[in-house]
């Protein structure tokens, strides 16, 4: 136990050391928001990759796989295949033809104060919906590692709140970069040792690790002993809806990545789209190895730890510290809560730096004050501002909830809702010349409001629970669910596409239509594009 | 019509320039930005887009990634759904156990790792010869402009 909070104070020490070096370095709003674009291609993929890889992937899919076995895994075999979206689709257009936001581009030939604001909406809401995700998994993680010190939930998601304020606050973009930097090689490093001690558990013999997998015991619903062959498809993703919600997640997953904000704007980092791509081909290759070595972590948890151990010890979401713990003691148990800490730090200070970033650029300084920066700096200031306020928003929010649901599945919502309102409008205005502002407007508003009450109408808040349930676990509206499907995605994408499609055919806008071939131009070649500075 | 871009403070503006020179918002309030900071509509002028557009090197390089972009979009997407519409429709097919305890199910899945990975060498090597294209039209425009 105080080895890991001695960990755990280490990386913050390390982090906070970062912040004040960034501090000092950077100079001005290029600087703040996007790290004076002076990060290089591989330090860019290490921090996509430290982006990406939240709560939800090493507690949240290493619970999902310990619990409901291969379902789980569809889930890592999505968030990789989505960076083929990112890759092929959006990356390097993003990068020539913007500057700090994703709605940079979609204002780039439309109308920009109605579009801004929708984009801004938009990325508020996804940040939002990732955010609770990370809150919740450090709740979690800290009522099991601090469960007799006295340090409650409350307090613990307090002051990963206070911190994540601090980075952002204070280091900017360059300071957010190099946190994700390190955690991702943390992490990295503590994915292949623990991959490693599950295989050294089984003799490092495959058909050992994969035998046990086939056929793992727990206690089923009825209390008897149940033996399933995890390696078996359907143990979540059941009959009658079964494979429409596989599909429907995978919809939202691998079309979803192209709309996160924070992880478009790493884009804006780098000095051009050579190097935008270079970064992609770094995090795909970090990102896939542990993708494939959630397969130890997952299945590892069910057969060494068990499931009835980890549902008796903080639930699904534990499930990767458990197995550290039952493998290496409790100094590997710390390292590994202190990995998964520093995870959720860092991606939570991700998400603050590219929501505040939109408030500020997109809301503030575009869409109230019409694109003029008043004072000197104020784009800044303003930013810093809302960082504060959405880190004060989220504690709130995470408090309330408290840790309930699993943490891959609240972030796959906010994929949905990425994929929905975000995709469409990005993709249309980059290909379509025909696109104009009230398709942007239309298509974020349409996929914004599908995806979001789907959800609400979902099993995950609607459903009928015995009286047995109670407190935070029971669903907040007591009905048969509307909509039978989990994810939203299946339906709401499509959703999202047709309003923006729609939208665009009730009206032409001529300078949307000509300013169409400079888009073009642009994000083939770079030209006009910003340059890195030095800082 | 594109804002003007003043290099000359206004009169009566007595704010301090400050910070460094390559700032998207200079610190003294009238001052001018430099180029690679300037918005879409300040640097409207920065070449003849038109004119870049029609040239047979730049519809080349948008032909050349059309083709490479669209059937590598097609096929990883048709890959990747084959694996939950499968798995959803066919879970009998897809329990059929392959190689000891290993299924086709989890190989397919993990053979989605490797087909990603795939597709993002030879996007790779694709992009590599649209830079130099790219580079060449570049290069093209601000020789003409030094000629004009």
Same mark, same amino acid.
């Given at each position: 136990?105080?080895?890991?909070?001695?960990?755990?104070?280490?990386? %913050?020490? /390390?982090?906070?050391?970062?912040?004040?070096?960034?501090?000092?370095?950077?100079?001005?709003?290029?600087?703040?928001?996007?790290?004076?674009?002076?990060?290089?291609?591989?330090?860019?993929?290490?921090?996509?990759?430290?982006?990406y890889?939240?709560? &939800?992937?090493?507690?949240?899919i290493?619970?999902i796989i310990?619990?409901q076995g291969y379902d789980g895994f569809m889930y890592s075999v999505g968030f990789l295949v989505a960076y083929l979206t990112v890759l092929l689709v959006v990356?390097?257009?993003?990068?020539?033809?913007?500057?700090?936001?994703?709605?940079?581009?979609?204002?780039?030939?439309?109308?920009?104060?109605?579009?801004?604001?929708?984009?801004?909406?938009?990325?508020?809401?996804?940040?939002?919906?990732?955010?609770?995700?990370?809150?919740?998994?450090?709740?979690?993680?800290?009522?099991?590692?601090?469960?007799?010190?006295? /340090?409650?939930?409350?307090?613990?998601?307090?002051?990963?709140?206070?911190?994540?304020?601090?980075?952002?606050?204070?280091?900017?973009?360059? &300071?957010?970069?190099?946190?994700?930097?390190?955690?991702?090689?943390?992490?990295?490093?503590?994915?292949?040792?623990?991959?490693?001690?599950?295989?050294?558990?089984?003799?490092?013999?495959?058909?050992?690790?994969?035998?046990?997998?086939?056929?793992?015991?727990?206690?089923?619903?009825?209390?008897?002993?149940?033996?399933?062959?995890?390696l078996q498809p359907g143990l979540r993703y059941r009959p009658p809806y079964g494979a429409l919600d596989l599909l429907s997640l995978g919809m939202a997953l691998v079309f979803g990545t192209a709309g996160l904000?924070?992880?478009?704007?790493?884009?804006?980092?780098?000095?051009?789209?050579?190097?935008? #791509?270079?970064?992609v081909?770094?995090?795909m290759?970090?990102i896939g190895?542990?993708y494939i070595?959630t397969?130890?972590?997952?299945?590892?948890?069910?057969?060494?730890?068990?499931?009835?151990?980890?549902?008796?010890?903080?639930?699904?979401?534990?499930?990767?510290?458990?197995?550290?713990?039952?493998?290496?003691?409790?100094?590997?148990?710390?390292?590994?809560?202190?990995?998964?800490?520093?995870?959720?730090?860092? /991606?939570?200070?991700?998400?603050?730096?590219?929501?505040?970033?939109?408030?500020?650029?997109?809301?503030?300084?575009?869409?109230?004050?019409?694109?003029?920066?008043?004072?000197?700096?104020?784009?800044?200031?303003?930013? #810093?501002?809302?960082?504060?306020?959405?880190?004060?928003?989220?504690?709130?929010?995470?408090?309330?909830?408290?840790?309930?649901?699993?943490?891959a599945f609240?972030v796959a919502l906010a994929f949905a809702v990425a994929a929905s309102a975000n995709l469409p409008?990005i993709v249309l205005?980059?290909f379509?010349?025909?696109?104009?502002?009230?398709?942007?407007?239309?298509?974020?508003?349409?996929g914004?409001?599908a995806s979001?009450?789907l959800?609400?109408?979902s099993?995950?808040?609607?459903?009928?629970?015995?009286?047995?349930?109670?407190?935070?676990?029971?669903?907040?509206?007591?009905?048969?669910?509307?909509f039978p499907l989990e994810n939203p995605g299946i339906l709401s994408i499509p959703l999202g596409f047709l309003?923006?499609f729609?939208?665009?055919?009730?009206?032409?806008?001529?300078?949307?239509?000509?300013?169409?071939?400079?888009?073009?131009?642009?994000?083939?070649?770079?030209?006009?594009?910003?340059?890195?500075?030095?800082? | 019509?594109?804002?003007?871009?003043?290099?000359?403070?206004?009169?009566?503006?007595?704010?301090?320039?400050?910070?460094?020179?390559?700032? /998207?918002?200079?610190?003294?309030?009238?001052?001018?930005?430099?180029?690679?900071?300037?918005?879409?509509?300040?640097?409207?002028? %920065?070449?003849?887009?038109?004119?870049?557009?029609?040239?047979?090197?730049?519809?080349?390089?948008?032909?050349?990634?059309?083709?490479f972009i669209v059937p590598a979009t097609v096929f990883f997407v048709v890959y990747y759904f084959a694996l939950p519409l499968l798995v959803g429709y066919a879970p009998g097919l897809m329990s059929r156990?392959?190689?000891?305890?290993?299924n086709l199910a989890y190989l397919f899945a993990l053979s989605q790792f490797f087909m990603a990975w795939g597709v993002a &060498?030879l996007y790779?090597?694709?992009?590599?010869?649209?830079?130099?294209?790219?580079?060449?039209?570049?290069?093209?425009?601000?020789?003409?402009?030094?000629?004009?």
């Amino acid at each position: 136990m105080t080895t890991s909070l001695l960990m755990f104070l280490a990386f %913050v020490a /390390v982090t906070l050391g970062i912040t004040y070096w960034a501090a000092r370095r950077s100079t001005g709003t290029s600087a703040y928001f996007a790290a004076g674009r002076s990060i290089k291609g591989w330090q860019n993929g290490v921090a996509v990759a430290g982006d990406y890889m939240s709560a &939800a992937s090493f507690l949240g899919i290493a619970g999902i796989i310990a619990f409901q076995g291969y379902d789980g895994f569809m889930y890592s075999v999505g968030f990789l295949v989505a960076y083929l979206t990112v890759l092929l689709v959006v990356a390097e257009p993003l990068r020539n033809a913007g500057k700090y936001t994703m709605a940079d581009v979609l204002a780039y030939r439309l109308k920009p104060r109605p579009v801004r604001a929708m984009a801004s909406l938009s990325t508020l809401t996804v940040s939002t919906f990732y955010m609770i995700a990370q809150m919740v998994g450090a709740g979690a993680l800290v009522s099991l590692l601090l469960k007799d010190s006295g /340090v409650t939930y409350q307090s613990a998601v307090i002051g990963v709140g206070i911190l994540m304020i601090v980075y952002v606050v204070f280091g900017g973009m360059l &300071a957010t970069t190099w946190v994700q930097i390190v955690k991702a090689i943390l992490l990295m490093a503590g994915t292949i040792l623990l991959s490693v001690l599950v295989m050294a558990h089984f003799g490092f013999s495959f058909a050992a690790f994969f035998d046990a997998v086939a056929h793992v015991t727990y206690t089923g619903a009825d209390g008897r002993p149940v033996t399933q062959d995890f390696l078996q498809p359907g143990l979540r993703y059941r009959p009658p809806y079964g494979a429409l919600d596989l599909l429907s997640l995978g919809m939202a997953l691998v079309f979803g990545t192209a709309g996160l904000p924070h992880i478009l704007v790493r884009f804006y980092t780098v000095p051009d789209a050579k190097t935008a #791509r270079a970064s992609v081909v770094w995090a795909m290759a970090i990102i896939g190895v542990f993708y494939i070595l959630t397969t130890f972590l997952g299945f590892g948890a069910a057969t060494i730890v068990g499931r009835d151990a980890i549902a008796r010890n903080g639930g699904t979401n534990m499930s990767a510290p458990l197995l550290a713990q039952a493998l290496g003691g409790d100094v590997f148990f710390g390292f590994v809560a202190a990995i998964a800490f520093a995870t959720i730090l860092a /991606v939570v200070a991700g998400l603050t730096i590219s929501a505040s970033t939109s408030f500020a650029h997109d809301f503030w300084t575009n869409v109230i004050h019409r694109g003029v920066e008043r004072a000197p700096g104020e784009e800044v200031r303003v930013a #810093r501002v809302t960082a504060f306020v959405v880190g004060g928003v989220s504690i709130v929010i995470a408090i309330v909830l408290g840790p309930a649901a699993n943490v891959a599945f609240l972030v796959a919502l906010a994929f949905a809702v990425a994929a929905s309102a975000n995709l469409p409008v990005i993709v249309l205005s980059l290909f379509w010349r025909r696109f104009n502002t009230r398709g942007a407007v239309a298509g974020l508003g349409t996929g914004l409001l599908a995806s979001i009450v789907l959800i609400l109408l979902s099993p995950s808040i609607m459903s009928v629970d015995p009286p047995a349930v109670t407190g935070a676990a029971r669903h907040l509206i007591q009905a048969d669910p509307v909509f039978p499907l989990e994810n939203p995605g299946i339906l709401s994408i499509p959703l999202g596409f047709l309003g923006a499609f729609l939208g665009a055919l009730t009206g032409r806008e001529p300078s949307a239509e000509a300013k169409y071939t400079e888009l073009t131009v642009r994000a083939n070649t770079g030209l006009g594009a910003e340059k890195a500075t030095p800082h | 019509m594109p804002p003007k871009i003043q290099t000359e403070p206004e009169p009566g503006d007595q704010t301090p320039e400050a910070g460094s020179a390559t700032d /998207v918002a200079p610190l003294g309030r009238a001052g001018g930005k430099p180029g690679h900071e300037l918005t879409a509509d300040e640097d409207a002028d %920065v070449a003849d887009w038109d004119r870049v557009a029609a040239e047979p090197e730049f519809k080349g390089l948008l032909a050349s990634k059309r083709r490479f972009i669209v059937p590598a979009t097609v096929f990883f997407v048709v890959y990747y759904f084959a694996l939950p519409l499968l798995v959803g429709y066919a879970p009998g097919l897809m329990s059929r156990r392959v190689f000891g305890p290993l299924n086709l199910a989890y190989l397919f899945a993990l053979s989605q790792f490797f087909m990603a990975w795939g597709v993002a &060498a030879l996007y790779v090597r694709a992009a590599g010869g649209w830079d130099e294209t790219a580079r060449r039209v570049i290069e093209k425009l601000v020789e003409r402009r030094g000629e004009e």
